[in-house]
């Protein structure tokens, strides 16, 4: 089992910066990628980038390409956000992929980001 919990979500106004951090604990052996979604009322869920664990490569949605940077380190993964938009605001979830004798995805419990004009 793996548990996970972000923080660092908050109200911000556009052009501003915030960064989340998820913190992974339980099982954390055979973690393949880790990613950050965000959801809104209207739109389903989608990744906004992701790391995979073996090599370190990253990918991002356009629309945050440019402005936000996934890292990792140790067990916590980050979202560096720049140049916030009102688009941005949304639900962030932290999620791992764990591959063992089974692929299992994991979810945190989600945080609000928040963007005013």
């Known amino acids: 089992q793996v548990q996970l919990v972000e923080s660092g979500g908050g109200l911000v106004q556009a052009g501003g910066s915030l960064r989340l951090a998820c913190a992974v604990s339980?099982?954390?052996?055979?973690?393949?990628?880790m990613g950050w979604y965000r959801q809104t009322p209207a739109k389903e869920r989608e990744v906004v980038a992701s790391?995979?664990?073996?090599?370190?490569s990253t990918n991002y949605a356009d629309s945050v390409k440019g402005r936000f940077t996934i890292s990792k380190s140790g067990d916590t993964l980050y979202l560096q956000m720049e140049d916030l938009q009102p688009e941005d605001t949304g639900v962030y979830y932290c999620?791992?992929?764990?591959?063992?004798?089974?692929?299992?995805?994991?979810w945190g419990q989600g945080i609000q980001v928040t963007v005013s004009s």
């Open positions: 999620a791992v992929l764990r591959r063992a004798t089974t692929s299992i995805q994991y």
């Open positions: 339980g099982d954390t052996d055979c973690i393949s990628a």
């Open positions: 790391i995979t664990t073996s090599d370190g």
